[in-house]
């Protein structure tokens, strides 16, 4: 290989498997004798790469963890396989994938060859996945559409579909992604309504960016002169699954904290529910079956343990989690979840009983 920078991207590609090259291997690799893979080595590290040689007969090269993270150069099949793992998390919103794989997912689809990009959608439309079914499932390239306006500062149209089945046309300027449980929200101003929204994603329909750049504006604070007067037009029905875990960072959009205005927002559009509730089962069987975000359950040193925690979800979410427990539990408060658990139990009961 006489292309020298062809020839040192690909050197960097064999270098970032995580092994230990030996100097003849990588020669033969790229059809060079090994003094020019000394020279390539010494280019390298020239640029910033940390390569560790190792002396001996079974010696040879290996990149090792720097200061900085250099460019990472995949192949083909790595490209495709990180493609499609992201693009699955992202639409399933699986709790724990945050907005960091969104931005990754992002930044891979714009850097793909339409050839990559024709197999990852083959794959993804070839392929069905499983999911919990307690959650709205997104197109990923609605979540990239999104990340990629927020990043632009370009303003967005879509459609949306409100909470009663409203439909409506709407023009943006997004403001962040926010990770909430199981569902994704976007904070933006809505140009036609003259204020800020936060819209569920799993509703926005035909999004696309205009390319109309903008200034961002700043994010109203709680109690501040521009607090806005309204609710969230993503979350009027109070399905929330869970409190916002962080925001999308456009990285210089400037003002307030878009995860705490989307939280103001759930608790404005959903009275909060005060848990308190004993379940006949250790702390740990419990926590395991209950989501992360209505807290974590305390041992009452009987064998059994306690929550006491604060949520924003609907009543029939919480009744219903709390029942997948499978154990027998008490609910102490609030006394609404106590009335419904009651007539829950009575329908449930009755919808056991022979014809």
Request: aromatic share 6%; charged share 25%.
């Amino acid at each position: 290989m006489t292309d020298t920078p062809a020839r040192l991207l690909k050197l960097l590609s064999l270098l970032q498997t995580p092994r230990e090259w030996p100097g003849g291997e990588l020669a033969d690799r790229l059809d060079v004798s090994p003094r020019t893979i000394r020279r390539d080595i010494d280019r390298l590290r020239d640029l910033g790469y940390p390569v560790e040689a190792s002396r001996g007969s079974v010696g040879g090269y290996r990149l090792v963890a720097g200061a900085a993270m250099p460019p990472l150069l995949l192949d083909d099949e790595e490209a495709v396989a990180i493609a499609v793992g992201l693009r699955a998390g992202a639409g399933h919103a699986i709790e724990g994938v945050d907005e960091a794989s969104v931005r990754a997912l992002a930044k891979l689809e714009q850097v793909l060859p339409s050839r990559l990009r024709h197999r990852v959608s083959a794959l993804q439309n070839a392929t069905v996945a499983l999911t919990r079914g307690d959650g709205s499932t997104i197109d990923p390239r609605t979540l990239t559409t999104l990340a990629s306006a927020v990043t632009g500062r370009e303003r967005l149209r879509f459609a949306y579909r409100s909470g009663d089945g409203t439909p409506s046309k709407r023009l943006v300027e997004p403001y962040r992604l926010v990770s909430a449980g199981q569902r994704w929200y976007l904070v933006a101003y809505d140009l036609g309504r003259e204020d800020w929204r936060t819209f569920r994603v799993d509703r926005v329909g035909e999004p696309y960016a205009t390319g109309a750049r903008f200034a961002p504006r700043p994010l109203p604070v709680e109690g501040g002169p521009d607090a806005p007067a309204t609710g969230s037009d993503g979350v009027r029905d109070g399905s929330g699954n869970g409190k916002a875990r962080g925001n999308h960072d456009s990285g210089g959009s400037g003002g307030g904290d878009a995860a705490a205005f989307l939280a103001r927002s759930m608790r404005r559009m959903q009275p909060e529910l005060r848990l308190d509730v004993r379940f006949s089962a250790p702390a740990e069987f419990v926590a395991a079956r209950l989501p992360a975000h209505l807290g974590a359950p305390e041992p009452d040193g009987e064998g059994g343990c306690r929550l006491r925690s604060s949520c924003t979800d609907s009543l029939e979410w919480v009744a219903l989690r709390l029942a997948l427990v499978d154990c027998e539990f008490s609910a102490q408060g609030p006394p609404q979840l106590v009335e419904y658990l009651a007539d829950l139990g009575s329908r449930l009961t009755r919808a056991a009983r022979p014809a």
